[in-house]
């Protein structure tokens, strides 16, 4: 049973910055793909950023150059370091995960995704 378990959302002010954790436990397979996404009331969940097992990482246009998506597999932790912070990054994020050897269409779309985090808010205030 894989389980996923976001944290690190906060309250902040525009052009600060939060590291956001995903901890997932009961991965067995040795190929993976982590994505985060994020969803704002009343507005569909995005994608944000995922990470391959192997390292290769892709970003929404919007976090581009501010987000940055990271692994440590010793800690079988994904972490989403947020810079620059803006009000219309205000929403839940929530980490999810493919078991694989490849993230199909880099890990964009949320229908392939095997496992989801429970979400942690951020709030971006101006």
């Known amino acids: 049973q894989v389980q996923l378990v976001e944290s690190g959302g906060d309250s902040v002010q525009a052009g600060g910055s939060l590291r956001l954790s995903c901890a997932a436990s009961?991965?067995?397979?040795?190929?993976?793909?982590m994505g985060w996404f994020r969803q704002a009331p009343g507005t569909e969940r995005r994608w944000v950023a995922t990470?391959?097992?192997?390292?290769?990482?892709w970003y929404a246009d919007s976090v581009q150059g501010r987000f940055t998506i990271s692994q440590d597999k010793s800690k079988n932790t994904v972490f989403l370091q947020m810079n620059s912070l803006k009000p219309e990054d205000t929403a839940m994020y929530y980490c999810?995960?493919?078991?694989?050897?490849?993230?199909?269409?880099?890990?964009?779309?949320?229908?392939?995704?095997?496992?989801w985090g429970q979400g942690t808010q951020v709030t971006v205030s101006s």
């Open positions: 999810a995960a493919i078991l694989g050897e490849r993230c199909p269409n880099n890990g964009r779309d949320s229908g392939t995704y095997n496992y």
């Open positions: 009961g991965v067995t397979s040795s190929g993976y793909c």
């Open positions: 990470i391959y097992s192997g390292g290769a990482t």
